[in-house]
């Protein structure tokens, strides 16, 4: 890795995809509130609806994630029954 090239904040995290519960570790340097221990280790938590685990690209299989209410809400604000 070149040096002097990454934030000073570029460090190890646990990503936690909340759909399926999958964790995995990578390197960010995206803000955390949380942490979670592993292997008597602690890491800063960054939980993602939809990762690489989840998404269809990747998986294959066709699944709605919509834990907002975002789709319901977009389809009552721009539906063509409401004039």
């Not at 390197?27 to 990762?51: F, M, Q, V, W």
């Not at 685990?53 to 998986?59: A, E, G, N, R, V």
């Amino acid at each position: 890795m070149k040096e002097g090239i990454h934030p000073e904040n570029y460090r190890l995290v646990v990503i936690k995809d909340m759909s399926n519960g999958e964790t995995f570790f990578t390197k960010s340097c995206a803000d955390s509130k949380e942490n979670i221990k592993i292997d008597g280790k602690e890491y800063p938590l960054i939980k993602r609806e939809i990762t690489n685990t989840s998404h269809p690209f990747y998986t294959g299989k066709m699944k709605l994630v919509d834990s907002a209410g975002r789709i319901d809400k977009f389809r009552n604000k721009y539906s063509k029954s409401s004039k």
